[in-house]
T-cell receptor, first 114, second 110 residues
Framework: EPEVTQTPSHQVTQMGQEVILRCVPISNHLYFYWYRQILGQKVEFLVS????????KSEIFDDQFSVERPDGSNFTLKIRSTKLEDSAMYFC????????????FGQGTRLTVV | DAKTTQPNSMESNEEEPVHLPCNHS???????IHWYRQLPSQGPEYVIHGLTSNVNNRMASLAIAEDRKSSTLILHRATLRDAAVYYC???????????FGQGTELSVKP
């Protein structure tokens, strides 16, 4: 069964550093998303990406964040100048794009900022 | 985005049916009703979705009220592996984002 793959599974970084979280969505999917979940809290939408551009972003997704689909298979989330409050699970998801179909989520990357 | 309301938590016994309710009184005619679940330490997982008619798949059944203002996710025989947080989400367009609420935390007792 096809799946969304995220790497690394766990990333520890120092405050102020830049991190790149990587995702390989399911092949032929057209819509891509990043979500985050702070420990003990709900899953929060960050950004959606379609046709090589951001289609929607939340208030959380400020200038500190950026997304890219550099090579047609990977989908990355870059966080510049990380802060302690960026510590969370980050989930990537993709959707085929035909009809109101389900989203497929990866297993997440746990980001710890120290 | 239309809002959904779910109980914070529910308990079930193993091998018994579970009915997880969701209220969505402000649903619009084009909103699809999606259910996802999140097992401990995992990403959300699709369960089922529907528009007006009841739906069945290998994981669960979805019963949608005639006025569409509420729905119920039915797990026919709960197993310990079904212990998770279940989210009822309204999806208004094809590429739209999923907005997760607090969901219902289901615990299953042996």
């Amino acid at each position: 069964e096809p799946e969304v793959t995220q790497t690394p599974s766990h990333q520890v970084t120092q405050m102020g550093q830049e991190v790149i979280l990587r995702c390989v969505p399911i092949s032929n999917h057209l819509y891509f998303y990043w979500y985050r979940q702070i420990l003990g809290q709900k899953v929060e939408f960050l950004v959606s990406f379609y046709n090589n551009e951001i289609s929607e972003k939340s208030e959380i997704f400020d200038d500190q964040f950026s997304v890219e689909r550099p090579d047609g298979s990977n989908f990355t989330l870059k966080i510049r100048s990380t802060k302690l409050e960026d510590s969370a699970m980050y989930f990537c998801a993709s959707r085929p794009g035909t009809g109101y179909t389900e989203a497929f989520f990866g297993q997440g990357t746990r980001l710890t900022v120290v | 985005d239309a809002k959904t309301t779910q109980p914070n938590s529910m308990e079930s016994n193993e091998e018994e049916p579970v009915h997880l309710p969701c209220n969505h009184s402000t649903i619009s005619g084009t909103d699809y009703i999606h259910w996802y679940r999140q097992l401990p330490s995992q990403g959300p997982e699709y369960v089922i979705h529907g528009l007006t008619s009841n739906v069945n798949n290998r994981m669960a059944s979805l019963a949608i009220a005639e006025d569409r203002k509420s729905s119920t996710l039915i797990l026919h025989r709960a197993t310990l592996r079904d212990a998770a947080v279940y989210y009822c989400i309204l999806l208004y367009n094809q590429g739209g984002k999923l907005i997760f609420g607090q969901g219902t935390e289901l615990s299953v007792k042996p």
